[in-house]
């Protein structure tokens, strides 16, 4: 199998010596150095690299000058960034202008060749997202429900795709999944177990429609947050948080997704059914 090749952008002769050591070391074909834009467009069409790191604070164009005129040369070139500075202001930048991946000086060996993997192997990332989502966000809905309700957790119908619309039991939690991956989490569950759930959890009557909707929308929070940080533990690289929950309830409704493969299991309880359902689809950007 051929070297990756990869091409280094960077003001700081060191650096440039220090990353295409690393490089060389791992196995890896460094095809160029430069510290110039016009420069990394001319070395990138004559060399094609597999990825370009990408420093950012250079003297003529920065990073971000660099990585926009490469990515309209060629917008399925992978850059990583690759800097001193680590931001919330830095990081939506480069996410905003497509760059695919992040590494912090003084950049070790291992973690820059973790990311270029990653990097170029996406879909291997995706996959694993696909083979655990749905476990992980039954663990999480098991652990807080038996948590906070007291009540044993079973599953049934573990793993089945949602092949056609499932028709709501009642009430309904729709929270959407952002990061690496974008992606939709529903729980379902009929009044009458919202409520059993809701005095379980308050040890008292709830006072009001309102108070078990809240409680739900609260529960499902916390199960989709609680599933994305054990993935993100998993895989730091996903980035995954959860949107506020949108809540439906009342007459019963077709829940659909036509953009999202929901795989579903159903929980069962002392107090009634929950429907968990879970899908992801890829993202424009693979960020790390």
Not at 63 to 77: M, Q
Not at 160 to 184: C, F, H, L, N, W
Not at 258 to 282: N, Q
């Amino acid at each position: 199998m051929a070297a990756i090749k990869v091409m280094i952008v960077d003001d700081s002769p060191f650096s440039r010596t220090l990353i295409a050591d690393s490089l060389r070391d791992g196995g890896y074909d460094v095809v160029g150095e430069t510290d110039s834009l016009e420069e990394a467009i001319d070395i990138y069409n004559k060399t094609k690299p597999d990825v370009i790191t990408m420093d950012i604070a250079m003297p003529d164009h920065d990073g971000f000058e660099v990585s926009r005129a490469l990515l309209h040369n060629d917008p399925n070139a992978k850059i990583i960034l690759s800097s001193s500075m680590k931001d919330e202001e830095t990081e939506m930048e480069a996410k905003r202008i497509g760059i695919s991946g992040y590494v912090q000086k003084p950049v070790e060996a291992n973690i820059l060749f973790q990311v270029i993997d990653k990097v170029l192997s996406p879909d291997n990332l995706y996959q694993d997202l696909l083979n655990s989502g749905l476990e992980t966000f039954k663990e999480a809905l098991s652990q807080n429900v038996t948590r906070m309700a007291k009540t044993p957790v079973s599953f049934k119908d573990i793993g089945a795709a949602m092949d056609e619309p499932y028709t709501s039991s009642g009430v309904t939690s729709v929270i959407g999944i952002i990061g690496q991956y974008t992606g939709t989490l529903i729980m379902d569950l009929s009044a009458e177990t919202a409520d059993n759930i809701a005095q379980a959890i308050l040890h008292r009557p709830p006072k009001s429609n309102d108070e078990t909707l809240a409680m739900v929308s609260e529960l499902a929070n916390i199960i989709g947050g609680r599933a994305c940080s054990m993935l993100n533990m998993k895989e730091k690289a996903l980035g995954l948080r959860v949107s506020p929950p949108s809540m439906f309830h009342g007459n019963s409704a077709e829940l659909v997704s036509p953009s999202v493969k929901i795989e579903h299991a159903v929980a069962k309880t002392d107090y009634g059914e929950i429907f968990l359902g879970v899908g992801f689809k890829k993202g424009s950007t693979l960020w790390m």
